[in-house]
C-alpha cells in the first residue's frame, strides 16, 4: 500500500520539527552543528525511509521466470553509516581536547528521529526527542565539568641587579606554578627577562599575582598574554 500524499507531508513536517529542536538546542549553545543541519539530517533521513517503503510497491519490468527482490532495510543501514561521515566533520581535535563528540551524537539521534517519522513511528521520534533535549539540557546541569582553564604568560623584565633565583623565589611567594619558564639574559648590559607560562582557572584573580610580583628586586616591568585556554563538546 502505498504513502498518501498527506501521510507523507506529515511525516516530512513532523521530522522537520523533532530534528529542529535538537538542531534548536546545539545552535544556541553555539556548536558547529545547529538548527539548519539538525533540521536537514532528520528530513532527509525521513525521505530516505519513506523512499524506501516505496520501493516495495514499483513494479519492476522482468522476464518471464526471473523474479525480483528488493530489501527496505538496505537504505535505512546506508544512511546510518552515511551519517558517520558528518558527524566526523563535527568533531575536532584541539591539543590532547576533543571539541564535538555530543554534538555529533545529536545528528545521530536525529537521524533516528528522521527514520522513525519515515516509518510512521510518532511516538517512537517524539519520545526520542524529547529524550534527547532532555539530556542536552539537564544533564548539562547536574553534570561535573572541570572549570575552564587558560593559560597565561608572563613576561618578567628585569635589570641587570635582578638574581634568577631570587625571582623564582618570589614567583613562588605570589602562589604561581609556572608550569615552563625561559630566560633571557642580554650580555651587553645584563638585563634579564623571565618568562613563565602558567594554567590557572579563569576565573583567577591575575591582578592579585602581578601586584604582588610588581615588588620584586630588579624588576622593571610586566607584560602578560591568553595563550590559550580549554573548550567544551
Known amino acids: 500500500m502505498m504513502i498518501p500524499p498527506e501521510e507523507i507531508v506529515l511525516r516530512l513536517g513532523a521530522s522537520v520539527l523533532f530534528g529542529g529542536v535538537i538542531g534548536f538546542e546545539r545552535g544556541y549553545n553555539d556548536h558547529p552543528a545547529g538548527l539548519r543541519t539538525h533540521t536537514l539530517v532528520a528530513l532527509a533521513s525521513t525521505v530516505f525511509m519513506i523512499l524506501s517503503l516505496h520501493a516495495l510497491h514499483v513494479e519492476y519490468p522482468t522476464h518471464p521466470g526471473v523474479s525480483v527482490t528488493f530489501d527496505p532495510t538496505r537504505i535505512a543501514s546506508y544512511v546510518v553509516a552515511g551519517i558517520g561521515f558528518l558527524g566526523g566533520g563535527a568533531i575536532a581535535r584541539t591539543g590532547f581536547k576533543v571539541k564535538g563528540l555530543t554534538t555529533a551524537a545529536s545528528l545521530w539521534l536525529v537521524t533516528a528521529t528522521g527514520m522513525s517519522v ?44 635582578a638574581r634568577l633565583s631570587a625571582l623564582l623565589e618570589h614567583v613562588a611567594h605570589a602562589g604561581i606554578k609556572p608550569e615552563t619558564y625561559d630566560v633571557d639574559r642580554s650580555i651587553a648590559d645584563g638585563a634579564m627577562i623571565l618568562t613563565i607560562e602558567i594554567r590557572q582557572p579563569v576565573s583567577a584573580d591575575l591582578a592579585t599575582h602581578i601586584a604582588t610580583l610588581s615588588t620584586a628586586p630588579g624588576l622593571l616591568r610586566i607584560v602578560t598574554s591568553h595563550q590559550s585556554s580549554n573548550v567544551d563538546e
Not at 123 to 133: D, E, N, R, S, V
Not at 137 to 160: G, S
Open 118 to 161: 519515515g516509518v510512521g513511528l510518532y511516538l517512537l521520534a517524539f519520545a526520542g526527542t524529547l529524550l534527547g533535549i532532555s539530556v542536552l539540557t539537564l544533564f548539562r546541569l547536574i553534570e561535573r565539568r572541570p572549570e575552564k582553564r587558560i593559560t597565561r604568560r608572563i613576561a618578567l623584565h628585569c635589570d641587570a641587579s
